[in-house]
Each structure stands twice: as structure tokens, then as C-alpha cells.
């Protein structure tokens, strides 16, 4: 589903997000991305968004080269992708209804259509009847499920998440973590970027672990952060 | 295509209710807009108005054809059959001189002085309207050539110059007109663009958002353009309201010069099909500005 074969990613302003990365991450499968702040967890999530290109290497997927992708594909290609953010990016003055409805409206699907997924998304995040409230008159952790409805309701094939728990009680965490793995259990792939261990830890599925920082001889400049993969299945 | 079509309409009346949100900004827009087509609309219908005023000079092409001061009312009358003849006369008419004599007695005020002459001092004279065909200035001046010819003809008098003269003016107005048309329609062009530009700025946000989620840039542009199309056609209204209030104000004062002139000029307002292209006209400005706008600047865009 997802393959990196030596990506490397370098921003312009000239820091080294990923260097030399490769990870393969299988069809169905769920995994979790940790690793300190800074260690390119969100580049590496942004790359497979197709918010960010590889400067070297190849990304694929789901089939389809990240790096030559033409740009009127883009908008096809996020379409198949789910994603959440960490600060949910919602449309604060649009009500719930809107927000989960939008990959719907932008895929042309008949109204009809439009308002019975709606419900069905709301449902399965335990949002029933809110569909009229703006994102504002939420709790941060309403919000961040109105984002995963926002993600799974076009029905990806695959689903990533960059800290979905980030700003959660454990207890909230939990439950946002056990709606991630129900959706895995019907086919969805999925990838979450965090950094909460004692919930991952709950969870036995595979992690993999982005690491900062390697010592080469000689340079007297900052060294750029280093990944190094530790894929372990437990 | 049922869905592609509702999804339009929902863009488009959606776009209306944004703007509504902002009605006194939208409508300085819109104002804004409507003053700048109110000006070459108001100047067109008033060249269609001198122009119709003066479609109705056809009488302004006679030709007087002037008898020698000796030829008699039957010479006369000869001249004007044999002239009447001609394929390109629509008709001839004759000018005794007494009766001119007593015209001018009425019309200039003269009376009394023309009573101390003795003889009538003046000739029989033919008026010679053209027929349809033979009107253009080339046609009018080889018949007047002719006229010089016949009989007892003494003096053939011809006043186009300043009729021609007058329809060049008028030409000019015109493509005066089509510049300043020209030039607002690219200021409208401007000021929609800006608008829009503004208006793009303040939903970066939620563009980022829809991006992110697979919207197209043609999608993200939709509601723009139809925000476009609606400030167009607004000020396209306003538009046709400052060029109708014009012309009821000018209405009556116009009326009362043509009367004095013995005239039953009206002034014509825009018609069904001036309103039409107005309306229209500024509805494709907007969404034109809209369009080289909103192409320009969704592009740069891009989630982060």
C-alpha cells in the first residue's frame, strides 16, 4: 500500500526532514508511527498526503509515484487518502453537517446520497444528531471526530493520522484508538503518527520508529537529523 | 449530470448568501461597478437618441432648384414634369412665387417692406427630394448636376455639407463611445478581480481545507466565479436604474426642445435588448474578472 524506497525529504530552507528512508507499510495492515518531535513523523505522513514530495527516492501509493505525479492528479489522488490532523483543521463556520459532508460534495455525489453517509460517518464516531452544531460549540474531542468522520467518509483505502489523540484524555485517546482499529478490522489500512506509548502499547500492532540524530566524522556544522527504521512487530 | 447540475446551483445560490453575510461591502461593490457601466450606457443611448432625432433630417437632402426670374409658371411646370420623370426623384414640388412671396411676407416679418416693391422679386421655384436609393452624397450631387441642365433652370442649391458633417461628429461620438466602453469594462475588470482577490484571502483557510481533502482547483473556483457573476449582474442593475433615472429626468426638458422645433421627438430609453446586454454584458465581466483572479491565486494555495 505504502512504499518508501530511499526517500529522502530536505525543505527549502534547507532542513533534512527524512534522509534515506525506506518502509513499507502492507494492504490492511495498521501501524503506528512514533519517535521524538522532530524526527520527521509528520513529513513522513505530509509525503504520503501528497502535501510534500520526496526531493530523492520514490514513494508509492497505493500504486501511484508521489514523485511524478502530475499536479491535476493530486486532487484524485487525496481523495482515496484519509486523513487527520493533530488540530482537526475544520471549517470553524460551517456546522458539522459541512464538514463531514465536504470529500462527498468535491467526489459529486447526489445530495440524497450525501445526507444518509453523513449520519452513517457521525454514527460510527459517536456523533449522532450533532450535525447542526459548528465545530466551536464542540469539545476538542468531538472535534477531532468530526475530522475522522471527515476522513473515513469518502471510503479510503487508506486512513493516516498525525497525533488524532495529541490534545485527549486517555480515556478519549482510547476510544479514538479503538474507532482506528475497527475501521482496520474492515479492510482499512492505517497509519498513526504518535507519540503516546502507554497507548500504543494497548494496542498489538506493528510500530515503527523514527529516530533523529547520527554522528558522521568531521563535520563541524549542526548535523542534520537522521532516521534511522526500527520496525518491530510485536 | 443531475447532480453536477444541482451542485451548480447550490454553488450559485450559496455564493449569493455569502455575499448577503456582507451586504454593505458586497453592495459598494456592487455600486462601484454600476457606475462605472452607467457611464458608456448613458452615453450610448444618447448617440442612439441624436441619431434617431436625426434619421428623421430626410428632408434635410432637398434639392431647391431655383427658375430664371423671367421663366414662366408653365416653364415652371414643365421643368417639374420632366424632372419628376427621373428614376432617382421620389417627388418635385412646386413653389409659386407668389406663394413664396407670401410665405416670406408671413414668416420673416418683412411685410411692410416688401409691400414698397413693385414686381415679386422672387422665382418659381422646385423642391427635389431624392428617391431612397439616391441619397448618398456622390448620388445627390450627379442629380443636381443634372437639374442645372433642364430648361429655364437658373440656380440648383444643395445643402449636405452640413449633414455629412454632422454624421462625422456623431462618428466620432460614437467610437468615443466604444473606447469608453472599452476602458470601463476593463475597470470593471479590475474591480471585480480585486474584490475577488480580497475575498480569497479571507477563506485561505478554508480553501487549504478543501484542497486537503481532494477539492480540485476548478471546485475550490466555483463559488468565486459565481461570486463574480453576481457582483457583475448587480452592477449591471444598478446600471440600467442610474441610465433609466437619467432618462426620465432628461424625458421632459428633451420633449419640450423637440416641440418648440415642431418635433414629436421622445427620448428611447435602453429598450428590451440594451437592458438585456447589460445585464448580461455585466454578469460576463464579472465572471471574467473573477476567472483571471481567482485561476491566479488558487493556484499558489496549497496546504501545508
Known amino acids: 500500500m505504502i512504499r518508501f524506497d530511499h526517500v529522502w525529504k530536505r525543505y527549502p530552507n534547507g532542513r533534512e526532514a527524512l534522509c534515506d528512508l525506506s518502509l513499507e507499510i502492507d494492504r490492511g495492515e495498521m501501524a503506528f508511527l512514533t519517535g521524538h518531535s522532530g524526527a520527521g513523523k509528520s513529513t513522513l505522513l505530509k509525503l504520503i498526503a501528497l502535501i510534500e514530495r520526496p526531493t530523492r527516492g520514490t514513494l508509492v501509493v497505493n500504486g501511484q509515484n508521489t514523485g511524478t505525479l502530475p499536479r491535476s492528479k493530486i486532487p484524485a489522488f487525496r481523495r482515496q487518502v484519509g ?16 464538514n463531514v459532508g465536504l470529500p462527498l460534495v468535491i467526489a459529486g455525489v447526489p445530495e440524497k446520497d450525501i445526507g444518509k453517509r453523513v449520519r452513517a460517518a457521525l454514527d460510527q464516531v ?74 500504543i502499547e494497548q494496542f498489538g500492532v506493528r510500530r515503527v520508529v523514527l529516530e533523529g540524530g547520527r554522528a558522521t566524522g568531521g563535520d563541524v556544522e549542526p548535523m542534520p537529523e537522521v532516521i534511522s527504521i526500527v520496525a518491530e512487530r510485536t | 449530470m443531475n447532480t453536477w447540475l444541482e451542485r451548480h446551483v447550490q454553488t450559485l445560490v450559496g455564493s449569493l448568501g455569502r455575499l448577503w453575510t456582507k451586504p454593505f461591502s458586497t453592495l459598494l461593490t456592487i455600486l462601484v461597478i454600476g457606475i462605472a457601466l452607467a457611464l458608456p450606457a448613458c452615453l450610448h443611448v444618447l448617440v442612439q437618441n441624436v441619431r434617431s432625432a436625426s434619421g428623421g433630417w430626410g428632408n434635410a437632402l432637398d434639392i431647391s432648384v431655383y427658375m430664371k426670374p423671367k421663366a414662366s409658371l408653365d416653364q415652371a411646370r414643365q421643368a417639374a414634369e420632366r424632372i419628376r420623370k427621373r428614376r ?28 414698397a416693391l413693385k414686381d415679386n422679386p422672387l422665382p418659381h421655384a422646385l423642391v427635389v ?38 454624421n462625422a461628429i456623431l462618428d466620432v461620438v460614437r467610437r468615443i463611445v466604444l473606447l469608453a466602453l ?33 477539492g480540485s482547483n476548478a471546485f475550490v ?31 421632459e426638458p428633451v420633449q419640450r426642445i423637440a416641440g418648440l422645433y415642431g418635433s414629436r421627438f ?39
Open chain 2, 221 to 251: 473556483r466555483r463559488p468565486f466565479l459565481y461570486n463574480g457573476v453576481w457582483y457583475g449582474l448587480g452592477g449591471g442593475l444598478v446600471a440600467w436604474l442610474v441610465v433609466t433615472v437619467v432618462m426620465t429626468a432628461l424625458g
Open chain 1, 126 to 199: 459517536g456523533l449522532l444528531g450533532r450535525e447542526r452544531n459548528r465545530p466551536l460549540e464542540l469539545s476538542t474531542g468531538e472535534q477531532q471526530r468530526v475530522g475522522i468522520a471527515r476522513a473515513i467518509i469518502g471510503k479510503p483505502s487508506l486512513l493516516i493520522a498525525d497525533e488524532p489523540t495529541g490534545n485527549l484524555d486517555p480515556d478519549l485517546s482510547l476510544e479514538v484508538m479503538n474507532l482506528f482499529k475497527r475501521f482496520n478490522e474492515v479492510g482499512v489500512t492505517v497509519l498513526i503518527a504518535s507519540h503516546d506509548l502507554h497507548l
Open chain 2, 182 to 214: 472599452g476602458l470601463f469594462a476593463l475597470g470593471v475588470l479590475v474591480i471585480v478581480g480585486n474584490t475577488i482577490r480580497l475575498d480569497i484571502e479571507n477563506r485561505r483557510d478554508e480553501i487549504e481545507v478543501t484542497k486537503l481533502v481532494g
Open chain 2, 88 to 115: 432617382d426623384v421620389e417627388s418635385v414640388t412646386l413653389v409659386k412665387a407668389d406663394d413664396a412671396l407670401e410665405e416670406f411676407r408671413r414668416g420673416s416679418g418683412f411685410g411692410e417692406a416688401l409691400d
Open chain 1, 83 to 98: 486523513v487527520v490532523f493533530q488540530d482537526h483543521k475544520l471549517l470553524m463556520d460551517r456546522p458539522v453537517y459541512d
Open chain 2, 129 to 166: 427630394r431624392p428617391a431612397a436609393g439616391a441619397r448618398e452624397s456622390a448620388r445627390v450631387a450627379e442629380l443636381s448636376e443634372e437639374l442645372r441642365k433642364v430648361d429655364g433652370v437658373d440656380i440648383v442649391q444643395l445643402d449636405t455639407a452640413w449633414v455629412s458633417r454632422f
Open chain 2, 266 to 304: 421622445e427620448l428611447q430609453g435602453l429598450g428590451l435588448q440594451g437592458s438585456a446586454a447589460l445585464l448580461l454584458g455585466g454578469a460576463a465581466l464579472g465572471w471574467m474578472g473573477s476567472y483571471i483572479a481567482s485561476t491566479r491565486q488558487l493556484r499558489g494555495i496549497e496546504p501545508k
